[in-house]
């Protein structure tokens, strides 16, 4: 460029020169003068070259900075919880859920207590299908029911708001009654829960309820009608109130459990009635050793207390439980129930869960699926349930219970139980008319929940 430039102003100057003939001819005064415009020209050419160097040695102006990538978040992510869980980037999720449990279990008594109506069955106890998950906004749905034996009973039917500690639910879920009833029966330590549980009618209702959750509070309260199914009668306006306070301290390793709960029913019918009773720890069988038969009722109340403490492998946990009876123009028996219960993990490694005031699942830390052999857990309990109080006498029943959880993996268990139980003043005699006498229990279970 610089000696293109250079070449072109001299060609350039070329036609202010004379003639060849002429150059022949010239002076010394004109060859000074030719001589002087030469080096003006030059000194031009010069200049030139310099601002040109100039102009070429300028660094190049610095690219425009390159955003960093960013990664787009995926429209939706598919995790494993036993089956798979969807969630959208924008808050939905849905999760398919249920749970089969397979029972085998007998109730052995003497002659003419329970007839065709023992011994050893098997059924489905439980076998549940449904969906839960989050809607965006802070609110969560869950639509579950049982089809077990070819029946069709809905369970949790709910949607919840909640976006802090508070939380509002609408529908169909358990009352605050306990500890042993607020664990669900994916992780009881028997097959069936407490006889109190079962003889004061704990049950899924249909309400509105809230519940806030600290970091060692629990507290839970609703208003609530009946179960699902029994509302379908139009001359059912029963209504009850029920609370629960928990307070759940973590103290180091160890977790304690300390609650109350209460619970008021006004059946809103002057012709209500209700019955107490239990089966002696199996479903295979509907005969109830204890039972107070049909009374009628103004008003139901009960107060219970709970307790637990779980520490590496051990655990301990009990309730008591009093239900008062009000009636019409009669006097107002008050019944009770409870249990105490200690259990152990025999597995190094594993513990029992916790979680929100209620037992949790047993996670085995080595599954067979890694080589290991599950978690393994062992449980015994005393049970007591009195339907006995003055007039009534629906008597008394008192239980020793052992038991066996077997965790493989996380989503299947096997729990195997054997029980000694005592009746007193049993609803149904023997056959030789003795209505205090022993009875044995067993049970087999297998579950699988997703």
Not at 45 to 51: A, G, I
Not at 93 to 115: C, E, H, M, N
Not at 352 to 358: F, I, S
Not at 367 to 384: F, K, L, M, Q, S
Request: glycine share 12%; hydrophobic share 40%.
């Amino acid at each position: 460029m610089r000696h293109a430039l250079t070449a072109a102003l001299l060609a350039t100057s070329m036609f202010c020169l004379p003639t060849a003939a002429h150059a022949q001819a010239m002076t010394a005064e004109e060859a000074a003068q030719l001589r002087a415009e030469l080096a003006a020209l030059k000194a031009q050419v010069q200049t030139l070259e310099t601002r040109l160097d100039a102009a070429t040695a300028q660094p190049a102006p610095a690219p425009a900075p390159v955003p960093p990538s960013v990664t787009a978040k995926p429209a939706t992510d598919i995790s494993w919880k036993g089956a798979p869980e969807i969630k959208t980037a924008d808050g939905w999720s849905f999760k398919p859920r249920g749970r089969v449990q397979l029972d085998i279990a007998g109730v052995d008594t003497p002659a003419g207590a329970t007839g065709v109506r023992g011994g050893t069955a098997t059924e489905f106890r439980r076998v549940y299908l449904g969906v839960d998950g989050k809607i965006p906004g802070g609110f969560a749905y869950r639509v579950e029911a049982d089809i077990a034996n070819s029946e069709v009973e809905l369970t949790d039917i709910y949607m919840s708001y909640g976006t802090g500690p508070l939380t509002v639910t609408a529908g169909q879920v358990k009352p605050f009654w306990g500890l042993d009833d607020m664990t669900s029966d994916l992780f009881t330590s028997f097959m069936e829960r407490a006889a109190f549980v079962q003889a004061f009618g704990f049950e899924r209702r249909v309400g509105l309820s809230a519940q806030y959750k600290g970091k060692a509070v629990l507290l839970q309260g609703g208003v609530f009608g009946d179960n699902a199914r029994d509302l379908l009668s139009d001359s059912n306006h029963s209504m009850s109130i029920d609370g629960r306070a928990v307070w759940m301290p973590k103290l180091g390793k160890t977790q304690l459990h300390l609650g109350a709960s209460g619970h008021w029913r006004d059946p809103n019918d002057p012709a209500a009635t209700v019955r107490y009773r239990a089966r002696p720890f199996v479903h295979t069988t509907d005969v109830r050793l204890v039972d107070t038969g049909l009374l009628d009722v103004a008003s139901e109340r009960g107060i219970g207390v709970e307790g637990a403490l779980l520490a590496g492998p051990f655990h301990v946990a009990g309730e008591a439980y009093w239900q008062t009876l009000k009636r019409r123009g009669a006097a107002d028996p008050t019944f009770f129930g409870g249990y105490a219960e200690v259990g152990m993990v025999l597995t190094g490694g594993d513990a029992r869960g916790y979680k929100d005031g209620a037992f949790d699942r047993l996670k085995p830390s080595k599954p067979i699926t890694a080589g290991g052999i599950g978690a393994i857990e062992v449980n015994a309990r005393y049970d007591h349930l009195d339907l006995s109080d003055g007039a009534i006498i629906g008597g008394r029943q008192q239980a020793a219970l052992i038991g066996l959880v077997w965790a493989p993996i996380d989503y299947i268990r096997i729990t195997a139980n054997y029980g000694k139980l005592w009746i007193d003043n049993a609803r149904i005699a023997t056959a030789t008319g003795d209505r205090d006498y022993t009875a044995d229990t067993f049970g087999l279970r297998t579950q699988i929940d997703f």
